[in-house]
């Protein structure tokens, strides 16, 4: 099969391992981390790169991405089909199933998740991610809210959207067996100590993200959207279906 990969740039390595090693030519398109900020955003963008693949004889599309905050649903298949993973974001496809993915939720809930590509291109630069991106993402958001709303309110909007973050205890760096591991371990330790949470490594699961490539979509952890299908959101343990 010829297959057109549109995927975040998050799981880059992941992706470029996996196509190599696929049986099926494989052509890739990254699109930027930061669209998740933006789910509208998102789901115009990974639309405009389905559309775009329109009479370039490929067999499928393949989504290298879940719900994401409900950026790819309603995204909708032409004339080539579009195969998606049944997850809610990638830290199912960096732990191989959304079983171990739901196992490891329930029993630590408050553990945020660091892959090699979420930090290295947390923002869609190389370097980004070894620094403190949580202190510079919230200078850059507050630059920004105080040219818009004003001082207080900028002071204000940051601290809500900095409630999240202080459930956190646990800081997790997948180890997906690729790149710099080592500088993705240390950059992981110290932002865990500087937070003051505790460190944990997980070995990562490269199973989800090679079956995608390798065209094994048979089971239910992957949905195909057919021809003028949409995605949707089941609201149930299987994330995903499809819908006219």
Same mark, same amino acid.
């Given at each position: 099969?010829?297959?057109?990969?549109?995927?975040?740039?998050?799981?880059?390595?992941?992706?470029?391992?996996?196509?190599?090693?696929?049986?099926?030519?494989?052509?890739?398109?990254?699109?930027?981390?930061?669209?998740?900020?933006?789910?509208?955003?998102?789901?115009?963008?990974?639309?405009?790169?389905?559309?775009?693949?329109?009479?370039?004889?490929?067999?499928?599309?393949?989504?290298?991405?879940?719900?994401?905050?409900?950026?790819?649903?309603?995204?909708?298949?032409?004339?080539?089909?579009?195969?998606?993973?049944?997850?809610?974001?990638?830290?199912?496809?960096?732990?191989?199933?959304?079983?171990?993915?739901?196992?490891?939720?329930?029993?630590?809930?408050?553990?945020?998740?660091?892959?090699?590509?979420?930090?290295?291109?947390?923002?869609?630069?190389? *370097?980004?991610?070894?620094?403190?991106?949580?202190? !510079?993402?919230? +200078? =850059?958001?507050?630059? /920004?809210? %105080?040219? @818009?709303? #004003?001082?207080?309110?900028?002071?204000?909007?940051?601290?809500?959207?900095?409630?999240?973050?202080?459930?956190?205890?646990?800081?997790?760096?997948?180890?997906?067996?690729?790149?710099?591991?080592?500088?993705?371990?240390?950059?992981?330790?110290?932002?865990?100590?500087?937070?003051?949470?505790?460190?944990?490594?997980?070995?990562?699961?490269?199973?989800?993200?090679?079956?995608?490539?390798?065209?094994?979509?048979?089971? *239910?952890?992957?949905?195909?959207?057919?021809?003028? !299908?949409?995605? +949707? =959101?089941?609201?149930? /343990?299987? %994330?995903? @279906?499809? #819908?006219?």
């Amino acid at each position: 099969m010829k297959i057109k990969l549109i995927s975040c740039e998050a799981l880059a390595r992941e992706f470029y391992l996996a196509a190599a090693t696929s049986p099926h030519v494989i052509d890739t398109e990254l699109l930027a981390f930061g669209l998740h900020n933006t789910p509208d955003e998102l789901r115009a963008t990974i639309q405009s790169a389905i559309d775009a693949c329109e009479g370039k004889s490929y067999d499928a599309i393949i989504l290298g991405y879940g719900l994401c905050s409900r950026g790819t649903a309603e995204i909708t298949a032409r004339s080539i089909p579009v195969v998606i993973a049944r997850m809610h974001d990638c830290i199912t496809a960096f732990l191989g199933s959304r079983a171990r993915y739901s196992t490891e939720f329930s029993a630590h809930p408050g553990t945020y998740y660091y892959s090699p590509g979420w930090i290295e291109r947390k923002e869609g630069d190389m *370097e980004q991610g070894f620094i403190d991106i949580h202190a !510079q993402y919230y +200078a =850059e958001r507050y630059k /920004e809210y %105080v040219e @818009k709303f #004003g001082e207080d309110n900028a002071k204000y909007l940051i601290e809500q959207e900095q409630q999240w973050y202080a459930n956190y205890t646990r800081a997790a760096f997948i180890d997906m067996g690729i790149g710099t591991v080592d500088q993705y371990r240390r950059f992981t330790q110290d932002l865990a100590k500087n937070k003051g949470w505790e460190y944990v490594e997980l070995k990562g699961d490269m199973s989800l993200i090679r079956r995608l490539a390798d065209g094994d979509w048979e089971s *239910e952890d992957f949905l195909v959207v057919q021809s003028g !299908q949409r995605v +949707a =959101e089941s609201f149930d /343990e299987l %994330v995903l @279906k499809s #819908g006219g």
